[in-house]
């Protein structure tokens, strides 16, 4: 061997394996930074769909930039490869971590994760190339390329599967990339040693040593990293952030305002939450002379089956919320329990944490008043929560003389959703009315009422509410000319036409 990083350096046995595996190992890493700035995007700028696609065509277009930029690696390639490797461990590993600090600090947040998106992606479309042409000299063309692809197309499989089942629930999204990072690290380093490095490559393998310590230390100091973003994206200070298979829950704490974020986007203030809860349930269970059974649908945080429980009719609560570890916070700390007034423990009440478009399908039961307090649309995935075909279900569950609710977005920043909203209630064929509060941490709040039939006014509301009282429910029903009902389209789970109209209403707002 003339030349340790020359074309024939796959000639032994030991190294043309080594390069095997790490295509496995390459692929692998490739496609977990693809799942990466894709679930980033989608959980800092909303829209999973339309985040994935275009982060999915930047990559596999960057992948074929890099392809074509092989062609002038002319010499050295493994030393290119061992390169490339070092390259794509520091990029790919600090991919999650940088975007979660830039996210808060850059002025255009897309220029930084599509410019990362494109530089990952021309480096992971340089390696197969330059693996074939490594390896070409030690298998047929035929046998080398139906193995690398073998190797190739398994290691995007077990990604695939890893990354939702294993990764993202165990370790979390800065944590992965870490990880990851450290595999194509490792892979530059058993090359390296294989090769026996003469002085010139000891410089690869003293930066692949360094970039694996920071990596490490990256892993080590990733909540710290996770918290400091945080800290930069809140006005105000963080006193508990967790990361569950289903969000990302933060609150915050100033004075003794506290405050509930999902996804950074906010639920809750505890200064004027009762406004948004004795709107959302007031006007319902003011409707039924018999609210004995009542669903709710969401509200994880107990704070709507506190006013409901508030009400001596009531016999039994069925609350269903998705993230158990939601309702376990709730439920169990001392200041999130007197807040809710204990709700989640009161025994009239039954707490389900299921996926509430799945349970309604199974559910037999039926209901007096329903309650859905879902977070807003901002991607396909609660999107479904707002369709037709969930409010057919919906529906079936409602007792003929039954009222449900919907919380429907702002009908002042967001009309067209907001009347979205009623438009696809009636496509359910129930009857719907609208309605609106001022809470002065979200601005105008919008509410559907829908029912079987047509929708009355107010029989009865306790006098000890601290924001309703019958002359303001009534006033809650008026709405004037800039949030006035206006044509809608009917939000299908094919269409999706509510994330869509929410995407943009409010980027003009927010923008």
Not at 396 to 412: A, F
Not at 453 to 474: C, D, K, N, Y
Request: glycine share 6%; charged share 20%; hydrophobic share 50%.
């Amino acid at each position: 061997m003339a030349d340790a990083t020359g074309e024939k350096a796959a000639a032994t046995p030991q190294l043309a394996l080594i390069l095997l595996f790490s295509v496995f190992v390459v692929a692998t890493c490739g496609l977990v930074y693809e799942l990466l700035a894709g679930t980033l995007a989608s959980y800092l700028l909303g829209d999973s769909v339309t985040q994935f696609s275009t982060v999915i065509g930047t990559y596999l277009f960057a992948m074929g930039i890099g392809s074509w930029l092989s062609r002038y690696i002319r010499e050295q390639e493994l030393l290119a490869f061992v390169r490339v490797e070092l390259l794509l461990a520091l990029i790919g590993g600090w991919l999650p971590a940088a975007l979660f600090i830039l996210f808060p600090l850059a002025s255009d947040f897309r220029v930084a994760l599509y410019g990362l998106v494109l530089l990952i992606g021309v480096f992971v479309g340089l390696e197969i190339p330059l693996l074939i042409r490594i390896l070409r000299h030690r298998f047929a063309l035929r046998e080398l390329v139906s193995t690398v692809l073998t190797y190739d197309y398994v290691g995007a499989l077990i990604a695939s599967l890893l990354f939702p089942l294993v990764l993202v629930p165990k370790l979390g999204l800065i944590r992965t990339g870490f990880l990851f990072g450290l595999l194509n690290v490792a892979v530059a380093i058993a090359l390296l040693l294989a090769l026996r490095p003469e002085r010139r490559l000891r410089a690869e393998l003293l930066a692949a040593l360094l970039i694996a310590a920071t990596l490490l230390a990256g892993m080590a100091w990733a909540e710290r990293i996770q918290r400091w973003s945080e800290v930069a994206f809140y006005s105000e200070p963080v006193i508990y952030a967790r990361s569950t298979p289903y969000q990302r829950i933060v609150l915050t704490r100033r004075g003794g305002d506290l405050r509930l974020y999902l996804n950074g986007n906010l639920q809750f203030s505890s200064r004027d939450e009762y406004r948004y809860h004795e709107a959302l349930v007031w006007p319902v269970l003011a409707r039924v002379a018999r609210p004995d059974r009542v669903l709710i649908l969401g509200g994880g945080d107990g704070l709507a089956a506190r006013e409901v429980l508030r009400d001596a009719a009531v016999r039994s609560v069925t609350l269903v919320d998705l993230d158990p570890e939601m309702t376990s916070l709730f439920r169990e700390t001392p200041q999130l329990k007197s807040l809710n007034k204990g709700s989640l423990h009161s025994p009239r009440l039954k707490l389900i944490n299921a996926d509430a478009f799945r349970w309604v399908r199974q559910e037999r039961g039926s209901y007096d008043a329903i309650l859905i307090d879902f977070p807003d649309p901002t991607e396909f995935a609660l999107g479904k929560l707002y369709t037709e075909s969930f409010y057919r279900e919906v529906a079936r569950l409602l007792k003929p003389t039954g009222v449900m609710t919907v919380q429907s977005t702002s009908p002042l920043v967001a009309p067209r959703s907001y009347w979205t909203v009623a438009t696809t209630l009636e496509a359910a064929g129930l009857k719907a009315r609208g309605y609106h509060a001022y809470v002065p941490s979200f601005g105008e709040w919008g509410f559907t009422l829908a029912a079987h039939v047509q929708i009355g006014a107010a029989v009865r509301l306790p006098g000890r509410l601290r924001f309703l009282t019958p002359a303001s429910e009534r006033a809650l029903f008026d709405f004037p000319p800039d949030m006035a009902r206006r044509a809608t389209p009917v939000n299908r789970l094919d269409n999706q036409a509510l994330v869509r109209s929410f995407a943009e209403e409010w980027s003009h707002y927010e923008g």
